[in-house]
């Protein structure tokens, strides 16, 4: 079946404009995280999605970070204003419930550049 | 709070050599699951290998096993007979079980030469 997908693949932004990052997880699976990776750091956390629950934000940098998920499946990250220290790899990735929730299935991420 | 160490950097190994990629831990929790990931240069991520440390046994995958040392907070990945294709960064991550919130190491960059 289809994997995790994202788009768009790369984004060129001026600093200040606002950015959304699309995530389509594989179908079924109820949990969807974001993460941020910048150059030569590991996976920042920034958010959790799980079924109906309420996500846990707690990973977002600041308010300018903001993500939805609708009808528990498409994802969208929206960064306001976008700063240059935001130029990062944007990876999404989804699991499934069960005994294989603890495996994450990533996509290919968004190359976010902020000039 | 709970932190992940991967140590080395950068590391190459000879096609069918084995290599070891270190990765350490600290956490005060005693249920957690440990996981390797392999980040081709194509940048999608794929699980590689997990460990839940309340089992003893070390996990293997094919060419890909663990040495997993929960006193020493120890979780060393290693990579039998390298191939070609085993050239990508690897990253370690730790879960506290029933948070699904990963966190992860700097990761290793793995070059597997000819």
């Known amino acids: 079946g289809a994997g995790v997908s994202q788009s768009p693949s790369n984004k060129v932004t001026e600093k200040g404009k606002d950015v959304e990052l699309r995530c389509d997880p594989i179908?079924?699976?109820?949990?969807l995280y974001w993460y941020r990776q910048s150059l030569g750091q590991g996976l920042e956390f920034l958010i959790y999605?799980?079924?109906?629950?309420?996500?846990?934000k707690s990973g977002l940098p600041s308010d300018r970070f903001s993500a939805e998920r609708t009808g528990g499946s498409v994802s969208t990250l929206t960064i306001q204003r976008t700063q240059q220290e935001d130029s990062a790899v944007y990876l999404c990735?989804?699991?499934?419930?069960?005994?294989?929730?603890?495996?994450?299935?990533f996509g290919p991420g968004t190359r976010l550049t902020v000039t | 709070a709970q932190t992940v160490t991967q140590s080395q950097p950068e590391m190459s190994v000879q096609e069918a050599e084995t290599v070891t990629l270190s990765c350490t831990y600290d956490?005060?929790?005693?249920?957690?699951?440990l996981f390797w990931y392999k980040q081709p240069p194509s940048r999608q991520m794929i699980l590689v290998i997990r460990?839940?440390?309340?089992?003893?046994q070390n996990a293997t995958e094919n060419r890909f096993s663990v040495n997993f040392q929960k006193a020493a907070k120890s979780f060393s990945l290693k990579i039998s007979d390298s191939q070609l294709g085993d050239t990508a960064m690897y990253f370690c991550?730790?879960?506290?079980?029933?948070?699904?919130?990963?966190?992860f190491g700097t990761g290793t960059r793995l070059k597997v030469l000819a």
């Open positions: 990735a989804s699991s499934l419930e069960g005994h294989r929730l603890y495996e994450q299935y």
């Open positions: 991550a730790f879960m506290v079980s029933g948070t699904y919130k990963y966190i």
């Open positions: 956490t005060s929790e005693s249920n957690y699951y």
């Open positions: 460990q839940e440390a309340y089992k003893q």
């Open positions: 179908s079924g699976h109820t949990a």
């Open positions: 999605f799980q079924g109906n629950s309420a996500p846990d």
